[in-house]
């Protein structure tokens, strides 16, 4: 018989179905029916909702917790994020709008860590649900890419201005390769970047759910990814890609030789193929779309000025004092370009440092370090996902998407879900 549904099951359900669709409803409120609150910190309202219902469920099993060492770094994280905020003299802003992007989806992890099993249906079931979401999100802007074209988002309230986007401002309809004239793939979502850490999600979940991964439908679905990954023109993303494809290739050489040889060297050809030929294709254009001058000398300018902070302060800045909740706390009537090469060193790694210091980094590592380790023997497909992630942190700010880390995380924290 199945459970009538619980609220910890219900806000579940509803995160896995709202947030694929985030962007698109939260600008059409916003910039389209000029709602500008109605959508305002919805993922974080759902998440207090989330641990009440815990509470709840442990108080009416009369159960308490318990803690490993995974949580316990969680927590010493979180608490020693703090401290040496208000330590730096610093208050309430930096530490809410710090910890929304440092703390969010790690408090969110421990809950379902530890309410996963107050669930009234299968993990499966949520899985499911889940993968028709980003199904229908990804449909969706495929048919906005090659169907509709990007001007068809003006309608949704999207912004006209390409590539062009402000702190709490319009989201553009889409962005420019620059000195190419090419359109980067983005679907619905905010930026090509996003698009790529959502398609990795996708694939995470689809190959994951298959039983049989040797199957041909699995190298085609992946083939299709790759050519959208492809299209958003992200350097980060294709070197999370292949840095996850190598270090699961070298974990894993002899399984898949020996139960998924045809499979392997398929993808492997149409993966050399592929390259091969977007190469001759756009052989004109190819150092627009992989060099791109500006782009390489500006993240690196700003990485450089980052480690720069970090040396001259090793200890600690403080939350918020790095990375993108600068926006939200800065005392400054414009933000100029260089208040934000200061403040934006282009990497989630280098912002752990300047933020926390060497010990609030080294924080940071041991919890991903831990997940990796539990996660690898459970989901080879997640791990896969994971690294490429973590690899594309160490060139942009890509967890700043903190409803995409959501779904990153929903299904590793019912994966390491406490027994």
């Known amino acids: 018989m199945q459970q009538p549904l619980n609220t910890f099951t219900f806000i579940t359900k509803l995160l896995v179905i709202l947030m694929p669709f985030y962007v698109l409803i939260k600008v059409f409120f916003e910039f389209q029916l000029w709602i500008p609150y109605f959508w305002l910190a919805i993922k974080e309202w759902l998440i207090v909702v989330l641990a009440w219902a815990l509470v709840y469920e442990l108080w009416k099993h009369k159960e308490l917790p318990k803690l490993d060492w995974l949580d316990l770094s969680i927590i010493a994280y979180i608490v020693y994020g703090i401290w040496i905020t208000l330590w730096n003299g610093l208050w309430l802003d930096n530490i809410f709008y710090g910890g929304r992007y440092d703390f969010f989806f790690l408090i969110v992890f421990t809950l379902y860590r530890h309410g996963s099993k107050y669930l009234t249906v299968a993990p499966k079931e949520i899985l499911v649900l889940w993968a028709w979401s980003m199904c229908i999100s990804i449909f969706i802007g495929t048919l906005v890419k090659f169907r509709f074209w990007e001007e068809i988002l003006l309608h949704l309230g999207f912004s006209p201005y ?17 000195n190419s004239g090419i359109r980067r793939f983005s679907g619905i979502l905010e930026s090509p970047n996003s698009m790529w850490f959502f398609l990795i999600l996708f694939a995470s979940l689809f190959v994951h759910l298959q039983k049989k991964k040797n199957e041909f439908y699995v190298g085609f679905f992946l083939c299709f990814i790759l050519a959208m990954i492809l299209i958003t023109y992200s350097r980060s993303a294709m070197l999370g890609v292949g840095t996850a494809f190598g270090i699961l290739f070298l974990l894993n050489i002899k399984t898949l030789y020996n139960n998924y040889r045809k499979l392997l060297i398929g993808t492997i050809i149409v993966w050399v193929c592929t390259a091969a ?16 001058t500006s782009s390489t000398t500006g993240h690196f300018e700003r990485m450089g000025i980052g480690i720069d902070r970090f040396i001259e302060k090793p200890l600690w800045h403080g939350l918020a004092e790095s990375g993108p909740a600068f926006r939200n706390v800065i005392d400054t009537p414009e933000i100029t370009k260089e208040i934000e090469e200061y403040y934006i060193p282009e990497s989630w790694f280098i912002q752990q440092m300047i933020e926390g210091g060497i010990i609030f980094f080294l924080l940071f590592c041991a919890i991903y370090i831990q997940i990796l380790l539990k996660l690898y023997p459970i989901s080879i497909a997640f791990t896969g996902g994971l690294i490429a992630v973590l690899v594309m942190n160490i060139f942009l700010h890509t967890f ?5 880390s959501i779904l990153l995380f929903l299904y590793i924290w019912l994966l390491l879900k406490k027994a």
């Open 162 to 178: 390409t590539s062009n986007w402000t702190f709490n401002g319009w989201i553009p309809n889409y962005h420019w390769l620059e």
């Open 277 to 292: 030929g977007l190469g001759y294709v756009f052989q004109e254009k190819m150092k627009s779309i992989v060099l791109r």
């Open 400 to 404: 700043e998407a903190t409803y995409l």
